[in-house]
């Protein structure tokens, strides 16, 4: 479903729209992997590459094993469709190639009789000299963008490469038109088309990553595509909205939410007006990620008045935070740590020791309610929507994804240097 409300910026010149495209609510990679049994295992080797990285003074790599949405874009013409994470967390668009080859399901550290095989640190195909297979190729079964197809392309040729989380993405970069869900109005974008995956994107239904944050921490410093759109002045405003819905009784592949491109969401937000009415700003503290700073954190008995830096995300699905104080939230909510999924479980049929946590933002307390936070693991089993995340030197301490996004209206809002928040409608 796509609803355009069209104004008219200049007179007789430039017509300036609003657009609203549907997010669809996926299966998160930790909900597949807990259902077949693996999760343990990848979560290991996720938990020995960010040691690697904290080691040499790094910061721990964006993971999208959580994820719950995605949305559709085009790129072409005709239209090529491709199912994209929207992340305002990282400032890259790419999609998968008709060239891809994979790059193998094992990690580098992970070969027959290494030292992380021999940990037990590694998945066990990787570590069996009779079962281990580079063949197997994770850009199977996914939608592949073919150059050769569209009489926009152009040919950029650059070479690209992106570390994540959960693996790399590399290849070439391109320039050919892009689109959301098949409608106008499109606009001309620098884009990464992968010729290599790591193994975490095998049988996702996922084709890429589309980045909203600030050019600056793009890989090789190309323009994002919705800086693409307020450059060429195709929007009304230059700000887009994300509105989530509650996940409660959401099944898989239904509308999980809204993208509002150039303007406030009215309908899903306590927005009050075109103009922003209800909406209160938050300025930022760098231009990369959208990041501020958080003053405080309260859950239950547990309170900290402690000033950090935290980012919204829209590509994250928990709320992230250092370890200690992860740990303490976890506690005064009444979870059990489950080491083998490392997450905090409760009981689904029994109210949680918290009803809320609020978080001190620029001077305001914003309260999420448990029915945003407590997510489901099973029929019987629950898990609070918090995740320990070391961020090592330098990087966030704090990541406020979905999970904050459920009970906040965001408003993303670069040209200005602020975020807004509205309360979502129930």
């Known amino acids: 479903m796509k609803t355009v409300f069209v104004f008219f910026c200049l007179v007789g010149a430039v017509i300036c729209e609003v657009h609203q495209i549907s997010l669809n609510r996926r299966q ?5 992997k807990i259902a077949d049994g693996t999760w343990e ?6 938990q020995l590459k960010n040691s690697i990285i904290l080691a040499s003074g790094g ?33 890259n668009l790419w999609v998968t190639s008709k060239n891809c080859g994979g790059g193998g399901n094992c990690p580098d550290y992970c070969t027959p009789n290494s030292w992380a095989c ?39 040729g650059r070479s ?12 070439i970069l391109d320039v050919d038109t892009l689109s959301w869900s098949g ?14 995956l790591a193994a975490f994107f095998a049988d996702q239904p996922l084709d890429g990553i589309l980045g909203m944050a600030y050019q600056s921490i793009a890989v090789d410093h190309v323009l994002p595509p919705f800086n693409a759109m ?17 996940l409660s009784g959401l099944p898989q592949g239904t509308q999980g939410g809204q993208i509002t491109l150039g303007g406030y969401d009215t309908t899903h937000c306590k927005i009050t007006s075109t103009n922003g009415g209800g909406v209160t700003w938050i300025p930022l503290s760098s231009e990369t990620y959208y990041e501020f700073e958080l003053s405080g954190v309260k859950v239950n008995s547990y309170s900290s008045n402690r000033r950090q830096q935290a980012i919204l995300d829209s590509g994250t699905s928990l709320i992230a935070g250092p370890s200690d104080a992860i740990q303490k939230m976890g506690k005064a909510c009444g979870g059990t740590y489950n080491s083998q999924y490392g997450i905090y479980t409760v009981p689904c049929n029994k109210t949680p020791s ?10 305001n307390q914003y309260t999420v309610q448990s029915k945003n936070f407590v997510l489901n693991l099973s029929a019987s089993q629950c898990y609070l929507g918090i995740q320990g995340f070391d961020s090592g030197f330098g990087g966030p301490a704090w990541i406020l994804g979905d999970v904050f996004i459920r009970q906040f209206c965001s408003v993303f809002d670069p040209t200005n240097n602020r975020i807004g928040l509205a309360p979502a409608t129930a």
């Open 41 to 46: 295992e990848y979560l290991k080797e996720r």
């Open 28 to 32: 998160s990679l930790l909900e597949k």
């Open 354 to 363: 918290c009803s809320s946590m609020t978080f001190t933002i620029n001077g």
């Open 59 to 91: 910061t721990p790599l964006k993971d999208y094993s959580n994820t719950l949405y995605d949305a559709t874009i085009c790129l072409g013409t005709p239209c090529q469709s491709f199912k994209v994470i929207p992340d305002t967390g990282s400032s």
């Open 118 to 156: 021999q940990l037990g640190l590694c998945q066990k195909s990787c570590c069996s000299s009779l079962v281990h297979d580079e063949s197997s190729n994770p850009c199977d079964g996914q939608s592949k963008y073919d150059s050769s197809k569209s009489s926009t392309y152009q040919k950029d």
């Open 160 to 171: 690209w490469s992106i570390q994540y989380g959960t693996g790399s993405a590399s290849g």
């Open 183 to 196: 409608f106008s109005p499109s606009v001309s974008v620098t884009f990464g088309e992968a010729t290599s």
């Open 230 to 246: 307020i450059k060429k002045g195709i929007l009304d405003k230059p700000i887009f909205t994300f509105w989530l819905t509650q």
